[in-house]
């Protein structure tokens, strides 16, 4: 039997969702008064509720995220040149290691693995790893002319690793 979802407690756009340990999360976005936040929700299934949680460290919108070990959420950059990156475990925001460009928007993340983000900026095009070990950054020489084809390639390569992952438990 299907039922409806609960309203989501502010009018949002832009936040960034995440399923982490069996539970949605989201934070940020815009607001009603179309300004940035840093709000954050959780979502109980079993009381059909969103429940406020912890804030990020500073208000994002259009952000990336990803979910690294099914523990560990890394969001970021964001809209108004937002450079910083955080990482949110337990509900709790940290901050993580500074992106190599600023500003960094609208962007495509996927976890590659344990170890490795990919980040994609359809802004500029351009590319980057993240290794989670050591938080560095790598520049990916990736030629793409349009940011739909940015979109397009980051869209295959997180389909391509859900398919992995997928056959890799079953």
């Known amino acids: 039997m299907c039922t409806s979802l609960a309203d989501y407690p502010m009018g949002a756009d832009r936040q960034v969702v995440a399923l ?14 179309a300004l940035s936040t840093g709000e954050c929700y959780k979502y109980d299934l079993g009381s059909n509720s969103w429940t406020r949680t912890l804030d990020l460290t500073e208000p994002r919108q259009s952000s990336a995220s990803s979910v690294i070990g099914n523990i560990e ?3 970021t950059g964001g809209e108004d040149d937002i450079s910083t990156t955080e990482i949110r475990v337990d509900g709790i925001s940290l901050p993580g290691p500074m992106l190599p460009n600023a500003g ?3 962007g495509c993340q996927v976890t590659l693995n344990e ?3 990919f980040l994609a900026d359809s ?15 790598s520049y990916q020489v990736i030629v793409l002319g349009h940011n739909i084809a940015m979109r397009v390639y980051c869209y ?4 391509a690793y859900s398919y992995l992952f ?3 438990i079953h």
Not at 123 to 137: A, V
């Open 123 to 137: 802004e500029d095009k351009t590319t980057f790893t993240l290794n989670w070990g050591d938080k560095t950054w």
């Open 104 to 106: 960094m928007r609208r």
């Open 166 to 168: 997928y056959i890799r």
């Open 115 to 117: 170890t490795h983000v």
């Open 20 to 33: 982490i340990n069996g539970e949605i999360e989201s934070c940020g976005g815009l607001n009603e008064a």
């Open 156 to 159: 295959v390569i997180k389909f």
């Open 73 to 75: 959420w890394f969001i």
